[in-house]
T-cell receptor, first 113, second 116 residues
Framework: DTEVTQTPKHLVMGMTNKKSLKCEQH?????MYWYKQKAKKPPELMFV???????INESVPSRFSPECPNSSLLNLHLHALQPEDSALYLC????????????FGPGTRLTVL | AQSVAQPEDQVNVAEGNPLTVKCTYS??????LFWYVQYPNRGLQFLLK????DNLVKGSYGFEAEFNKSQTSFHLKKPSALVSDSALYFC??????????????WGAGTKLIIKP
């Protein structure tokens, strides 16, 4: 089963709100990723976790805060976002980092008002 | 700088005809090559990848891709297009050695439209 699940599917939030995006996989993958995708553009890497440790932070603003509570779960905490942060947020996982295929979830469509 | 090019923003094909979506890359060494598809309002789905070996890679939904090392290309193909193949297709490349640089380099995407 190559399934990555994400909740919620849609999220609308104001600039002063705090919300969280959740991602889960039960494939035993040890690498998990957060991407941001604008319409009709390729995904942009935000964070990478390897064996539950933050491996890459692509200079993402501190209003985005990732968390990896265990090997199956990945969260993205959102606070004081800007309208330009509105996008599709994709979670992905892969068995390891080393060139393995990344499997993507369906994404969370985020709108910041 | 390392890059992936998908030279066509959009490809239009009649249903039943063969389709090709082009991808070329400028990445040192022998990278891993991937194709992903994205249907409207959905996440990306893995189609196929090339690591080594046979230059023709077969993937999901009847798609295949041809690797050409001399032309640094990895074109996606399907012998007979279906209307349901209409989607956004991304080529991605993962440089080697993996331990030091494992991020995917993405092409800009090609919108494939299959007309009945």
């Amino acid at each position: 089963d190559t399934e990555v699940t994400q909740t919620p599917k849609h999220l609308v939030m104001g600039m002063t709100n705090k919300k969280s995006l959740k991602c889960e996989q039960h494939m035993g993958h040890r690498a998990m990723y957060w991407y941001k995708q604008k319409a009709k553009k390729p995904p942009e890497l935000m964070f990478v976790y390897s064996y539950e440790k933050l491996s890459i932070n692509e200079s993402v603003p501190s209003r985005f805060s990732p968390e990896c509570p265990n090997s199956s779960l990945l969260n993205l905490h959102l606070h004081a976002l800007q309208p330009e942060d509105s996008a599709l947020y994709l979670c992905a996982s892969s068995p390891r980092l080393a060139g393995d295929t990344q499997y993507f979830g369906p994404g969370t469509r985020l709108t910041v008002l | 700088a390392q890059s992936v090019a998908q030279p066509e923003d959009q490809v239009n094909v009649a249903e039943g005809n063969p389709l090709t979506v082009k991808c070329t890359y400028s990445v040192s060494g022998n990278p891993y090559l991937f194709w992903y598809v994205q249907y409207p309002n959905r996440g990306l789905q893995f189609l196929l990848k090339y690591i080594t070996g046979d230059n023709l890679v077969k993937g999901s939904y009847g798609f295949e891709a041809e690797f050409n090392k001399s032309q640094t290309s990895f074109h996606l193909k399907k012998p007979s297009a279906l209307v349901s193949d209409s989607a956004l297709y991304f080529c991605a490349v993962s440089p080697r050695p993996m331990d030091s640089n494992y991020q995917l380099i993405w092409g800009a995407g090609t919108k494939l439209i299959i007309k009945p």
